[in-house]
């Protein structure tokens, strides 16, 4: 039974730092693209970031809205991904998801649906 899950939310302040982890179990997911998502209250699910170690190399993807704060690393050893949120906003406040997908590309995509495992989600906070 494949399981992805969460640790690392919390509470913080503006401008202040978080880092989550995933870690899977049940299968290993070395060469498949791994990466999380949010949701805030209210809201769509939205794409944060993802990464995929393939034949060709390393690809990650962020969203525009966390490129240059949020970084997203993977240890495949540990089957587990990391992503480091530093200069968090207030309208980063959301729960958290990990995903994973058993599909082999070149390039993570930013769609919940080509994501097959997720995680239970882990609640992230930024008070203003």
């Known amino acids: 039974q494949v399981q992805l899950v969460e640790s690392g939310g919390g509470s913080v302040q503006a401008g202040g730092s978080l880092r989550l982890s995933c870690a899977a179990s049940?299968?290993?997911?070395?060469?498949?693209?791994m990466g999380w998502f949010r949701q805030a209250p209210g809201k769509e699910r939205e794409f944060v970031a993802a990464?995929?170690?393939?034949?060709?190399?390393?690809?990650?993807v962020y969203a525009e809205s966390v490129k240059s704060r949020f970084t997203l690393s993977r240890d495949n050893a540990k089957n587990t991904v990391y992503l480091q949120m530093n200069s968090l906003k207030s309208e980063d406040t959301a729960v958290y998801y990990c995903?994973?997908?058993?599909?082999?590309?070149?390039?993570?995509?930013?769609?919940?649906?080509?994501?097959?495992?997720w995680g239970q989600g882990t609640q992230v906070t930024v008070s203003s």
């Open positions: 990464k995929v170690i393939s034949w060709s190399g390393t690809s990650t």
């Open positions: 049940g299968r290993t997911f070395s060469r498949n693209v």
């Open positions: 995903a994973a997908s058993t599909k082999t590309t070149a390039t993570p995509v930013p769609r919940a649906g080509d994501y097959d495992y």
